[in-house]
């Protein structure tokens, strides 16, 4: 009695210290409300493990190893505390105080983390754990009932009717009921849950297309309740300070966590740019457009040779940079669709750098893309969503390869998804146990890469001229992407040769290059440089502002008067591959430079769709010589100069005095 005494005492000084009561008055002040009548009431108690240590060591360890008798310790002293400082006049027995732990931090010891991708689902300590792990498919909220039973005196059968036994109900005169109702009064109210399956990060891994591990992952179940109800979300990473439970569900038993926090993580971002591109930036410093064209002249030389796709190559690492989700879960993307002519190299091309995305994920045609059911396990009746490829992309990339490969209607559902970003689950009600069928949307945060043969290109271009479709792809397909791009190789079979060439070495010597470069990146590079990136935060200057809204204005007076094609706004992302190329460039600053490259990318896809334009562009605009020769990087410079002049002109001709009248167009 001693010990239960001391130990009330000690759970007194850490609300005291901790704002535990403050906390709690705040709360009883909304309980005070004359329309919220409840039979229990709930309380949250943050509790940090650590801090009761330090005020009793006995206490720390009874809220880590025996967390239901420190609840009901935490739910004495808050009763006492509600009667005695006279908080709230609804509650009026103990059992009408519903305590919840919920721990800010676990101490940081290995018997305090759980690793998904080893754990034991044995007879254990069922402590309280941390764990990470992405969140792979989640079930609807449903409401249960929970009980709570009082004291059955004069006092409490003086009932509100709704949520106690009414004092004349028929439950009394059932002679099977009374002799229980003569000493307690079941109280029944309910709650929300939510289950939802947690894995290991490493899983997602074998999305990439990368080689597998010989290990078996496997997913746990974490019930939610309450408050903690919608606090996650698919494909998102998450750590999750739970109590693990033993389910029984007849004839077996199964391994969950019931979550008591969750906070939402990200993935570890590199901090520091690797030496070798810290020493190009210093080395390309004079020029804004030097250092993003060598980073591309190297890049995915395990697929291709220096100087060919080096377009493609500058595009997919755009892409990478500016695929993020920021702070306020606003989502940056650049979708991307490649017309080639070799379309097993550029699949090779575009799986090499799916590598270096946060999450990525390598769809296949036969796969779900975007979300399935099934009945829940659990015995809840709800539908569980299960996330498709591009869910499981969230933050990332998911790559749809060659979209020749899909039938007419999935592709219709892709266009939809990339022309809202959202993806509807349609759940019947008669099969999950519903009144009425429900409609959910889902919101997909990832940047989708695809790529055509380029015989289907003709076809293309003569459903958008015909106003009709011809060819495999439906009509506003295309003008989905935020970026089209056509793989144009100046050489013809000399560049066919040297990637035969390129190819047998790799299959012979893999690893091994043979090529005369003043600048060699590893995979690891490029991993660090593109995360690196990806963190900066930019801003666009005025200049380069004025330039971008000067093409788009421009672009569509000059189309309209002379093809007859508007272009919608949605079709273009100039000012977010601006943003792509000053990350990539490491600067945070968006100049005009960076407003030409993107330009010149988007006149290239507009032309390839709508055709060209009095803007005319050599076939490979953004490499309009060749990098890899000994002043290439000096006569890009003059070109790219010249091709600003011209984008000037253009604007001036076809739209004067842009900066005025943006705002008004």
Same mark, same amino acid.
């Given at each position: 009695?001693?010990?239960?005494?001391?130990?009330?005492?000690?759970?007194?000084v850490?609300?005291?210290?901790?704002?535990g009561?403050?906390?709690l008055?705040?709360?009883c002040?909304?309980?005070?409300?004359?329309?919220?009548t409840?039979?229990?009431?709930?309380?949250?108690?943050?509790?940090?493990?650590?801090?009761?240590?330090?005020i009793?060591?006995?206490?720390?360890?009874?809220?880590?190893?025996?967390?239901?008798k420190?609840?009901?310790?935490?739910?004495?002293?808050?009763?006492?505390?509600?009667?005695?400082?006279?908080?709230?006049?609804k509650?009026?027995?103990?059992?009408?105080v519903?305590?919840?732990?919920?721990?800010t931090?676990?101490?940081?010891?290995?018997?305090?983390?759980?690793?998904?991708?080893?754990f034991?689902?044995?007879?254990?300590p069922?402590?309280?754990?941390?764990?990470?792990?992405?969140?792979?498919?989640?079930?609807?909220?449903?409401?249960?009932?929970?009980?709570?039973?009082?004291?059955?005196?004069?006092?409490?059968?003086?009932?509100?009717?709704?949520?106690?036994?009414?004092?004349?109900?028929?439950?009394?005169?059932?002679?099977?009921?009374?002799?229980?109702?003569?000493?307690y009064?079941?109280?029944?109210?309910?709650?929300?849950?939510?289950? =939802?399956? #947690? *894995?290991?990060?490493?899983? &997602?891994e074998?999305? %990439?297309? @990368?080689?597998?591990?010989?290990?078996? +992952?496997?997913s746990?179940?974490v019930?939610?309740r309450?408050?903690l109800?919608?606090?996650?979300?698919?494909?998102?990473?998450?750590?999750?300070?739970?109590?693990?439970?033993?389910?029984?569900?007849?004839?077996?038993?199964?391994?969950?966590?019931?979550?008591?926090?969750?906070?939402?993580?990200?993935?570890?971002?590199?901090?520091?740019?690797?030496?070798?591109?810290?020493?190009?930036?210093?080395?390309?410093?004079?020029?804004?457009?030097?250092?993003?064209?060598?980073?591309?002249?190297?890049?995915?030389?395990?697929v291709?040779?220096?100087?060919?796709?080096?377009? =493609?190559? #500058? *595009?997919l690492?755009?892409? &990478?940079?500016?695929? %993020?989700? @920021?702070a306020?879960?606003?989502?940056? +993307?650049?979708?991307?669709?490649?017309?080639?002519?070799?379309?097993?190299i550029?699949?090779?091309?575009?799986?090499?750098?799916?590598?270096l995305?946060?999450?990525?994920?390598?769809?296949?045609?036969?796969?779900?893309?975007?979300?399935?059911?099934?009945?829940?396990?659990?015995?809840?009746?709800?539908?569980?969503?299960?996330?498709?490829?591009?869910?499981?992309?969230?933050?990332g990339?998911?790559?749809?390869?060659?979209?020749?490969?899909?039938?007419?209607?999935?592709?219709?559902?892709?266009?939809?998804?990339?022309?809202?970003?959202?993806?509807?689950?349609?759940?019947?009600?008669?099969?999950?146990?519903?009144d009425?069928?429900?409609?959910?949307?889902?919101?997909?945060?990832?940047s989708?890469?695809?790529?055509?043969?380029?015989?289907?290109?003709r076809?293309?271009?003569?459903?958008?001229?015909?106003?009709?479709?011809?060819?495999?792809l439906?009509?506003?397909?295309?003008?989905?992407?935020?970026?089209?791009?056509?793989?144009?190789?100046?050489?013809?079979?000399?560049?066919?040769?040297?990637?035969?060439?390129?190819?047998?070495?790799?299959?012979?010597?893999?690893?091994i290059?043979?090529?005369?470069l003043?600048?060699?990146?590893?995979?690891?590079?490029?991993?660090?440089?593109?995360?690196?990136?990806r963190?900066?935060?930019?801003?666009?200057?005025?200049?380069?502002?004025?330039?971008?809204?000067?093409?788009?204005?421009?672009?569509?007076?000059?189309?309209?008067?002379?093809?007859?094609?508007?272009?919608?706004?949605?079709s273009?992302?100039l000012i977010?591959?601006?943003?792509?190329?000053?990350?990539?460039?490491?600067?945070?600053?968006?100049?005009?430079?960076?407003?030409?490259?993107?330009?010149?990318?988007?006149?290239?896809?507009?032309?390839?769709?709508?055709?060209a334009?009095?803007?005319?562009?050599?076939?490979?605009?953004t490499?309009?010589?060749?990098?890899?020769?000994?002043?290439?990087?000096?006569?890009?410079?003059?070109?790219?100069?010249?091709?600003?002049?011209?984008?000037?002109?253009?604007?001036?001709?076809?739209?004067?005095?842009?900066?005025?009248?943006?705002?008004?167009?």
């Amino acid at each position: 009695m001693a010990d239960v005494l001391s130990l009330k005492e000690s759970v007194v000084v850490y609300l005291d210290r901790s704002g535990g009561f403050k906390r709690l008055a705040d709360d009883c002040k909304h309980l005070n409300d004359p329309q919220r009548t409840e039979a229990v009431y709930k309380f949250c108690i943050r509790v940090n493990p650590s801090d009761l240590m330090e005020i009793d060591p006995l206490l720390g360890d009874l809220v880590l190893h025996n967390p239901l008798k420190a609840t009901c310790l935490f739910q004495t002293v808050c009763f006492l505390a509600i009667k005695t400082l006279s908080l709230t006049e609804k509650i009026d027995t103990e059992s009408q105080v519903n305590v919840t732990l919920n721990f800010t931090h676990l101490p940081p010891f290995p018997e305090y983390m759980l690793d998904l991708s080893r754990f034991p689902r044995v007879y254990g300590p069922m402590r309280p754990v941390c764990m990470e792990g992405f969140v792979i498919a989640m079930t609807r909220v449903t409401k249960y009932t929970q009980g709570a039973r009082f004291l059955c005196t004069s006092f409490i059968l003086k009932c509100f009717y709704g949520f106690r036994v009414p004092p004349h109900s028929n439950i009394f005169m059932n002679p099977f009921f009374f002799p229980l109702l003569c000493e307690y009064t079941y109280v029944l109210f309910g709650i929300e849950k939510q289950l =939802v399956e #947690l *894995i290991h990060a490493k899983a &997602l891994e074998a999305l %990439k297309g @990368n080689q597998q591990s010989p290990l078996r +992952y496997q997913s746990v179940t974490v019930f939610l309740r309450d408050e903690l109800c919608n606090s996650m979300r698919i494909g998102r990473l998450y750590s999750v300070l739970g109590i693990p439970a033993l389910v029984h569900q007849w004839p077996t038993i199964t391994w969950n966590v019931e979550a008591n926090n969750i906070q939402q993580s990200e993935p570890k971002s590199c901090c520091k740019l690797p030496t070798k591109f810290q020493e190009l930036l210093n080395a390309t410093a004079s020029s804004p457009w030097r250092f993003s064209a060598i980073a591309a002249h190297c890049f995915g030389l395990e697929v291709a040779p220096p100087g060919l796709y080096n377009t =493609v190559k #500058l *595009i997919l690492l755009l892409s &990478l940079a500016q695929t %993020k989700t @920021n702070a306020n879960d606003t989502f940056q +993307y650049l979708d991307l669709l490649v017309v080639t002519n070799d379309p097993l190299i550029l699949d090779r091309l575009m799986a090499h750098s799916l590598r270096l995305a946060c999450h990525g994920v390598r769809h296949q045609a036969s796969g779900e893309m975007f979300a399935s059911l099934s009945r829940d396990e659990h015995g809840a009746g709800a539908a569980n969503i299960h996330a498709g490829s591009a869910l499981l992309a969230t933050g990332g990339v998911c790559m749809l390869g060659d979209i020749s490969c899909y039938k007419k209607d999935k592709l219709d559902h892709i266009q939809s998804v990339l022309e809202s970003h959202t993806a509807s689950v349609f759940i019947p009600g008669k099969k999950f146990g519903e009144d009425a069928d429900q409609l959910l949307s889902l919101p997909v945060q990832c940047s989708f890469w695809a790529f055509t043969d380029s015989s289907q290109r003709r076809h293309l271009i003569q459903s958008f001229h015909r106003g009709q479709e011809t060819g495999p792809l439906p009509l506003q397909f295309s003008e989905a992407f935020g970026l089209v791009v056509e793989c144009r190789e100046r050489v013809g079979q000399q560049a066919q040769l040297a990637q035969t060439l390129h190819t047998l070495q790799q299959a012979v010597h893999p690893g091994i290059l043979n090529y005369p470069l003043c600048w060699e990146f590893s995979t690891q590079d490029y991993t660090e440089l593109v995360s690196y990136a990806r963190d900066l935060q930019v801003e666009l200057l005025p200049a380069a502002k004025t330039l971008i809204h000067g093409y788009y204005m421009a672009s569509r007076r000059a189309r309209t008067q002379s093809q007859g094609v508007k272009i919608s706004v949605s079709s273009i992302k100039l000012i977010s591959l601006a943003e792509a190329h000053c990350k990539l460039s490491l600067r945070t600053k968006v100049l005009e430079e960076d407003a030409v490259i993107a330009v010149l990318l988007c006149e290239n896809a507009v032309t390839l769709k709508h055709g060209a334009s009095t803007l005319f562009l050599p076939p490979e605009p953004t490499f309009p010589s060749d990098v890899g020769e000994a002043d290439g990087l000096h006569k890009r410079d003059t070109m790219l100069d010249e091709l600003h002049q011209s984008i000037l002109r253009f604007i001036y001709t076809y739209a004067p005095g842009a900066d005025t009248y943006i705002t008004e167009e």
